[in-house]
Antibody, heavy 122, light 113 residues
Framework: QVQLVQSGAEVKKPGASVKVSCKASGYTFTSYYMHWVRQAPGQGLEWMGIINPSGGSTSYAQKLQGRVTMTKDTSTSTVYMELSSLRSEDTAVYYC???????????????WGQGTLVTVSS | DIVMTQSPDSLAVSLGERATINCKSSQSVLYNSDNKNYLAWYQQNPGQPPKLLIYWASTRESGVPDRFSGSGSGTDFTLTISSLQAEDVAVYYC?????????FGQGTKLEIK
């Protein structure tokens, strides 16, 4: 069965960086685009970006450009999301989510990781 | 960016009654080449990730009860729960995946009256 298992909660100081992992299993890793979505406490869902686990190409939300980097490790079927220059507004639960159909980014998200809480506090 | 606006922000419905949530996009999410609306609906319970209910505006995801249905085209969409069950209490989000950034509505909180 498809599973996306994320790394554990993090507490970071303002200005630091955080790297969240998402390990995929139960399907062909390189065939399905992966998205990252975040949710601030008590707030809605915000799309952060997408990575093609095959070639590694990425597309990021404009507001995060320059601070976010998404990468992949095909050998471990893991995607990573690194966010730098953290500020208090980055406190949120971060989710990875798989595009529902292979080889295309323009699909709804069918499987989600369990979420990783990142807290930014001095 | 395409702005997604849901209404209402919250909704209280009696058990067994119909619940209707609306979603409006700031531009059409209907792709002419395949005649598909790039619109999805998700359900989120507290402390859980969202769950995909509907994609292509009206296609139910496998395993989703048939009391959930989606309709609409272009810029105006509706999620309907035909007979509300206690387990349907949640926050519901619409999302467009027509163009990046793949934006979500602000969410609609559904409660039991």
């Amino acid at each position: 069965q498809v599973q996306l298992v994320q790394s554990g909660a993090e507490v970071k100081k303002p200005g630091a960086s955080v790297k969240v992992s998402c390990k995929a299993s139960g399907y062909t890793f390189t065939s399905y685009y992966m998205h990252w979505v975040r949710q601030a406490p008590g707030q809605g869902l915000e799309w952060m970006g997408i990575i093609n686990p095959s070639g590694g190409s990425t597309s990021y939300a404009q507001k995060l450009q320059g601070r976010v980097t998404m990468t992949k490790d095909t050998s471990t079927s893991t995607v990573y999301m690194e966010l730098s220059s953290l500020r208090s507004e980055d406190t949120a639960v971060y989710y990875c989510a798989r595009a529902r159909s292979p080889y295309s980014s323009s699909w709804a998200f069918d499987y989600w990781g369990q979420g990783t809480l990142v807290t930014v506090s001095s | 960016d395409i702005v997604m606006t849901q209404s209402p922000d919250s909704l209280a419905v009696s058990l067994g009654e119909r619940a209707t949530i609306n979603c409006k996009s700031s531009q059409s999410v209907l792709y002419n080449s395949d005649n598909k609306n790039y619109l999805a609906w998700y359900q989120q319970n507290p402390g859980q990730p969202p769950k995909l209910l509907i994609y292509w505006a009206s296609t139910r995801e496998s395993g989703v009860p048939d009391r959930f249905s989606g309709s609409g085209s272009g810029t105006d969409f509706t999620l309907t729960i035909s007979s509300l069950q206690a387990e349907d209490v949640a926050v519901y989000y619409c999302q467009q995946y027509y163009s990046t950034p793949y934006t979500f509505g602000q969410g609609t909180k559904l409660e039991i009256k």
